[in-house]
């Protein structure tokens, strides 16, 4: 027989998911966020050392366009 709380026709509660697991996955997802950053922060910095070298590769001619013969600019 059921206790005077309890009625004969009420039914369990359902189980609700631990905190544990939820945990999990967020720090899973945080983990995962990570690691695509750290990759494309990686990916960023090779790509503007590559671009660094070709320019150390093809200096530009600082003279670039001025022919000797012209006179400087006066101000």
Do not use: C, F
């Amino acid at each position: 027989m059921a206790n005077s709380l309890e009625s004969e026709s009420s039914s369990p509660k359902p189980a609700t998911p631990s905190p544990s697991a939820d945990w999990l996955r967020v720090g899973a997802i945080a983990a995962a966020s990570a690691l695509a950053g750290g990759v494309a922060a990686a990916w960023w910095y090779r790509n503007t050392l590559k671009k660094l070298r070709q320019a150390e590769e093809n200096p530009v001619h600082p003279q670039y366009g001025i022919l000797e013969g012209d006179p400087p600019d006066e101000s």
